[in-house]
């Protein structure tokens, strides 16, 4: 089985920054896609940013230029640098993480507990 802690989250003002991380341990032979969503109060989950194992990322519009994701495949970590947050980033973030499955040859999808970021004056 695979686990992932998410750690980083909180209550930041306008304009501030966090950096969130997923941290996966257990039985990791080899992580594809890494990724980030997000769920707001009433609102669906919505993916934010991902990253391949080859490094090509892609985001969300209203995230482009104030969010950056990387991972560091040595610690089985996925980073998420929230900047110049506005209150309408304020949700609780979940990281996605896809591990290889030895017995059934497929990758599987695996979800951090999430942490919840608030952007309040």
């Known amino acids: 089985q695979v686990q992932l802690v998410e750690s980083g989250g909180g209550l930041v003002q306008p304009g501030g920054s966090l950096r969130l991380s997923c941290a996966a341990s257990?039985?990791?032979?080899?992580?594809?896609?890494m990724g980030w969503y997000r769920q707001a109060p009433g609102k669906q989950r919505e993916l934010v940013a991902a990253?391949?194992?080859?490094?090509?990322?892609n985001y969300e519009d209203s995230v482009k230029g104030r969010f950056t994701i990387s991972r560091d495949d040595a610690k089985s970590t996925v980073y998420l640098q929230l900047s110049s947050l506005k209150p309408e980033d304020t949700a609780v973030y979940y990281c996605?993480?896809?591990?290889?499955?030895?017995?059934?040859?497929?990758?599987?999808?695996?979800w951090g507990q999430g942490t919840r970021v608030t952007v309040s004056s």
């Open positions: 257990g039985r990791i032979v080899s992580i594809n896609d």
């Open positions: 990253i391949t194992r080859g490094g090509h990322t």
């Open positions: 996605n993480v896809e591990v290889w499955n030895l017995g059934s040859g497929m990758f599987d999808d695996y």
